[in-house]
């Protein structure tokens, strides 16, 4: 699928197509890698933001800010490592397993994750059709 229709589903249903897409990505790469933990963080983050969520609407004030503050950065790191792992999953296997030269831009990598391997997906994809990496 194209980066630009995942994008643009991603914002016609206010992410969560953006989500089970990321999780369909993160699956893609346990095949790649089964010992690759992408998943369980994913689903980590998951839980983490409906935790943050369901504390904001039952806690005191008091709590509150702690909870607005502390939960989300959780839910952060768990998202990046998530990320992060496959991109180094992917990175490996391209480039040792079906030597593509790929590269993954770090900064590419941590502000358009999904998007940014959609991009390379559809590119991979392109050249076991039809032997041309574009």
Not at 40 to 51: R, S
């Amino acid at each position: 699928m194209h980066w630009a229709l995942v994008m643009l589903l991603s914002i016609v249903t206010c992410g969560i197509f953006g989500l089970i897409w990321f999780y369909r990505q993160a699956a893609f790469v346990k095949r790649l890698d089964p010992k690759n933990q992408a998943i369980q963080l994913f689903f980590g983050y998951i839980a983490v933001i409906l935790l943050s969520t369901f504390l904001s609407l039952m806690v005191r004030m008091q709590v509150l800010l702690l909870i607005n503050i502390l939960l989300p950065w959780a839910a952060l790191a768990l998202l990046l490592t998530a990320i992060f792992s496959m991109r180094s999953v992917l990175l490996r296997h391209y480039n040792t397993v079906e030597n593509i030269g790929l590269r993954l831009g770090p900064v590419m990598t941590f502000f358009f994750s999904m998007l940014y391997f959609q991009y390379h997906f559809s590119r991979i994809s392109r050249w076991k059709r039809t032997g041309q990496l574009v």
